[in-house]
């Protein structure tokens, strides 16, 4: 066993890395050939279920509305007289406010040596005839993993991102993640015990008291918590194929709410059980206006930057927010045993 473990950790120690600061050079970006594989995270669940890159909401001021809200007071049983009956009684007006979420900017840059893309044939490491370079078009294999960061960071953001709003150029616009909304309104603290139907439907008659209405909620957890509630609605179910064994939870059923759907996110901590309403989400995006032609860059457009030298150099850049609706629609089960 022990043997078995080392050979593991050597293996592991030599996937290629990210590289910053420098051009990407023929020596610095080998080429290789081979099946290209990522043990890195690419699933990007919540991002994708909501709308992803090309879905969503346009805006043009990078602070937006997310809800505007207002509450009615407690229902009582009215004891009104004749005599005060001939007499209009004072008007009673419903107030109401307005949240809000900001867009924040994602860029990245990309930085290619001329000699590192016309040297797409030289391969190295193990090589047998008839080989190819698994990355024929270097820039598109760069511009396309690229994405991927922004696309994950993105996903990682709706969940975890911490709300700050610009108050001048040196302050940054950061978008607020669904857990810090979440914490100021439907959460129940497992107080370090394994998620059980009853922490599940805790939170449900919280959402419920709090107003949320249950439209499209959604399950969004990590794969521990995933195989715990798995366990918590198949009990001892055995199933009538013989041949197959297991169990694959997809959706669960809860009174007052219906069906719920489950995703797993490996974004989502590993102590926290969300439950999201989708049907009140979506990406809200700030597209760049292009003066030139009149028209539109676009949101997450490539770009080339100017030439210093025998390099081709461009950017990535894209601004986007979420849009949650009102934070009562959500809720969470956190501090849960890991």
Sequence with gaps: MKRKKKIIQSI??????????????????????????????????????IGGLTGGKITDNFEF?????????????????????????????????????????????????????????????????????????????????????????????????????????????????????????????????EINRDLIQELIRIMYNSGANFTNLVIFCGVLQKQRIGKIYIGDKVPEDRSIGGYNVQIIIEDTVGSIGIVVDTDVPDDTVAFYDVGHMAPVFQPVPDEEQGGSKGNFFYEPLGKSGATDAGQIFGQAGLDYGAGFLHGAITNLKV
Excluded: C
Aim: hydrophobic share 35%.
């Design 12 to 49: 592991t120690t030599n996937f290629g890395k990210e590289k910053i600061g420098d051009p990407g050079y023929i020596w610095t970006l080998p080429n290789y050939t081979g099946m290209l594989f990522s043990p890195s995270l690419t699933q990007k669940p919540l991002l994708q279920i």
């Design 65 to 193: 509305p997310t809800s505007s809200e207002y509450t009615l007071p407690a229902r009582s049983q009215p004891a009104i007289t004749e005599v005060q009956s001939v007499t209009a009684p004072a008007p009673r007006n419903i107030d109401r406010d307005q949240h809000s979420n900001v867009v924040q900017i994602f860029h990245e840059s990309v930085d290619l040596t001329y000699v590192k893309q016309s040297n797409k044939g030289r391969l190295m490491g193990l090589n047998t005839a008839g080989a190819e370079n698994n990355a024929p078009n270097e820039r598109d294999f760069q511009i396309a993993r690229t994405m991927d960061i922004i696309g994950g960071d993105i996903n990682y953001t709706f969940h975890n991102g911490i709300y700050q709003v610009s108050t001048s150029q040196t302050v940054a616009n950061t978008t607020r993640g669904m857990l810090e909304l979440i914490a100021l309104f439907n959460e129940v603290d497992a107080l370090g015990v």
